[in-house]
Each structure stands twice: as structure tokens, then as C-alpha cells.
């Protein structure tokens, strides 16, 4: 069988010489995956940090711009169907066409900043998101890093967090559909992810860092950060996303609550809906990744079907001592 090529974030060949010599002066690493170099604290691949640069050089901020931040596997793709519904509610468009979730993936309608939109170019073509207002990004990048353009932009980030033990069993299986045929595949195990997380060198670790710089900006500035967390989201899904709402500052009216649409969002952005649709079950993103393999069981607690005791003492020690004072309870 022909070996699969790595997805463009993971790889190397996008370095401009600038970047090289940006690498050579910061501190460097390997996981299972690949060589990882540490910038402004986060832990990127190489081809990441380009587009991470890339972003902070040239990325002009709009005041309306909406950005959705998170860890990866911790709710992205449920946060962003979520954020392009309540959206939509707005748009007086034709009802006899599709919904843009019913033809598009999540992550095609909110592009990431640094793995999409400027992985492989320093100024990307952002006229079509200007077509909507507000413009919606995504990113994994912790906040300072994501500040870096926005400076006094009054631009609203909403951030979601999981569970750590929960995020390293989704990350686990995510990697193994996606490096399955790839050069990494023998060296990437559930144990190799553990010992990657729980040390921080991470592809956009280290975790407690990532969910700690969103959780101190959104105590400092809770009009424009809102935390979130994916274990509320499913135990509360009506309040939660009225929450989001209001933030993001297209409320539900009384009239639309007595209809039902609060229900009618959450139906169409359940895991079930969207994992059904067409286009989630066969198309791919930007970057080659399955759009199906961004469903799977969706469930809280789905570690312990997978972790010993000895892991789950070892992450709960971890995530005590990292979060401990600062009022983040998990
Ligand atoms: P990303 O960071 O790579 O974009 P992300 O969407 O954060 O991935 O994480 C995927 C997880 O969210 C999967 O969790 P699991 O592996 O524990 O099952 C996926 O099943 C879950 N997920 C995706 N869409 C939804 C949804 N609509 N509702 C609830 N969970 C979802």
C-alpha cells in the first residue's frame, strides 16, 4: 500500500528562510508525530508555526470579528456548527436553499487562522468571509499569541475547554484515523500521546497553558472572551448556548424561544445530525483530514473505556496541580 502523505500542518516544506532562522533561536522537540518548536510558549509543528507567523504579520482585524478558540479535541468543530447556526438565524435568505451546515463541514465554514487560512500564505484571500458579517475564525493558538494583531480590538473570542483525560482518548483516535498509512503510524500509540500531553510538548500544548490563557482573559475581559466548557454544553445545552448568544450579541427573542429554535439549533448541530449529513460523511477539509473523523462518540467520560488508573492518577495530579488557585474547576 502507498504510504500517505502527512497533512501540511504536520510537515516542514512551507518554512520561508526567516522561519528557519526563527526556529534555529527557539527551543525544539519531537513527539510521535514530528519535530515541534516552542513559540511564545506553544508548542507548534513547523509548518503550524509558519502560519502562525504569517497570521501575526498580516492579519487585519475587522472590529466585528468573531474568533473560536479551543485545544484541539475539545468541541471545535460542535462549537463552530453552533456559531454558524445562531448566525444564520439573521439572514433573510431563501429557505428553499440549503443551510450552509447541510453543505458544508463546520471547519469549511470557519476556516483556523494558522492551519487554514495562513498556512501556506502570508495573505490570504479573505473576501468571501467578508461577504458575511460578522467574519468567524478559528484557531488553537493560546490567547496572547492570538492578541498579538488585535491589539485594541473590541473582537469577541469565545473559548471552549474539555476535560484533559477526555481530550487525550479523542486526540488518540483522531490520530490514528488520520496517521494510519504515514510514515509515524508504528511509533504512535495511546501510550506516546499520554506522555506527550501530560509533558506539555504537545502540537499546541501545553494544555493547561492553552485553556489557562483563555480562562485569566476571560475573567479580565468577560465582555470579549467567553469560556466554555464542552461537559457543560452537554449537560446543559439550552442554557449554554443562550449564553452563546448573548455574547456573541444575537440573543434569542421570546417570540423565537416560544417557537422552538433554541431546540431546532441544538437538533441540527447535534453530533447525530451532523455527523449524517452527506457532506460530513464523505467530504475532506483544506487540509485532507476526513470530515467524518471530526465525529465520533461525542461522550463525557469516554476515558475510561481507554486509560488505566495509573494514567488517570497521573492527569488528575497534573491538571490539580497546574489549575490549582486559579478558580477553574473541572
Ligand atoms: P478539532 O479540535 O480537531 O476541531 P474537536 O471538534 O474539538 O476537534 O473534537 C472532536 C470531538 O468533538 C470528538 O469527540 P470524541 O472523540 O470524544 O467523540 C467528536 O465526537 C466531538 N464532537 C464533534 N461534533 C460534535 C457535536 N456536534 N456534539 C458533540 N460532540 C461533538
Same mark, same amino acid.
Given at each position: ?7 501540511? !500542518? ?45 497570521? !501575526?504579520? @498580516? ?7 468573531? $474568533? ?59 473576501? @468571501? ?17 492570538? !492578541? ?11 473559548? $471552549? ?16 484515523? @488520520?496517521? #494510519? ?64 448568544? #448573548? ?17 431546532? $439549533?441544538? #437538533? ?9 449529513? #452527506? $457532506? ?32 488517570? @492518577? ?17
Amino acid at each position: 500500500m502507498s504510504k500517505k502523505e502527512l497533512q501540511p !500542518q504536520l510537515r516542514e516544506d512551507y518554512l520561508s528562510e526567516e522561519s528557519k532562522t526563527l526556529i534555529s533561536s527557539l527551543l525544539l522537540s519531537q513527539n510521535s508525530v514530528g519535530k515541534l518548536c516552542n513559540y511564545q510558549g506553544c508548542w507548534y509543528f513547523y509548518n503550524t508555526l509558519q502560519g502562525v507567523v504569517n497570521f !501575526q504579520k @498580516n492579519f487585519k482585524p475587522q472590529d466585528t470579528d468573531i $474568533i473560536l478558540a479551543s485545544f484541539p479535541k475539545s468541541g471545535t468543530t460542535w462549537l463552530k456548527a453552533l456559531t454558524v447556526a445562531l448566525f444564520e438565524r439573521s439572514k433573510k435568505t431563501d429557505r428553499s436553499c440549503d443551510h450552509p451546515l447541510e453543505s458544508d463541514n463546520p471547519h469549511g465554514l470557519v476556516p483556523f487562522l494558522e492551519m487554514d487560512l495562513y498556512l501556506q500564505n502570508s495573505t490570504p484571500d479573505l473576501t @468571501n468571509l467578508s461577504s458575511s458579517s460578522p467574519r468567524v475564525f478559528s484557531t488553537h493558538m493560546p490567547l496572547h499569541t492570538l !492578541q498579538v494583531p488585535f491589539k485594541d480590538s473590541p473582537c469577541k473570542v469565545v473559548y $471552549i475547554c474539555r476535560n484533559m483525560k477526555d481530550v487525550l482518548v479523542s486526540n488518540w483516535h483522531f490520530k490514528c484515523t @488520520n496517521l #494510519e498509512n504515514t510514515e509515524v503510524e508504528g511509533s504512535f500509540t495511546l501510550e506516546t500521546m499520554f506522555d506527550s500531553l501530560c509533558s506539555g510538548v504537545h502540537f499546541f500544548g501545553p494544555f493547561w497553558e492553552n485553556v489557562l490563557s483563555y480562562w485569566r482573559g476571560s475573567l479580565e475581559d468577560p465582555e470579549h472572551v467567553l469560556f466554555m466548557k464542552y461537559e457543560d454544553l452537554k449537560v446543559e445545552p439550552c442554557g449554554q448556548i443562550k449564553r452563546l448568544a #448573548e455574547f456573541l450579541g444575537c440573543p434569542f427573542s421570546e417570540e423565537e424561544e416560544e417557537r422552538g429554535d433554541v431546540d431546532k $439549533i441544538l #437538533e441540527l448541530c447535534s453530533l447525530r445530525n451532523l455527523s449524517n449529513l #452527506e $457532506i460530513n460523511k464523505s467530504g475532506k477539509t483544506s487540509n485532507k483530514v476526513c470530515n467524518s473523523s471530526f465525529f465520533r462518540k461525542g461522550e463525557v467520560g469516554d476515558w475510561k473505556n481507554h486509560l488505566t488508573p495509573e494514567m488517570e @492518577n497521573k492527569i488528575d495530579n497534573i491538571v490539580e496541580e497546574k489549575f490549582k488557585g486559579s478558580g477553574l474547576k473541572f
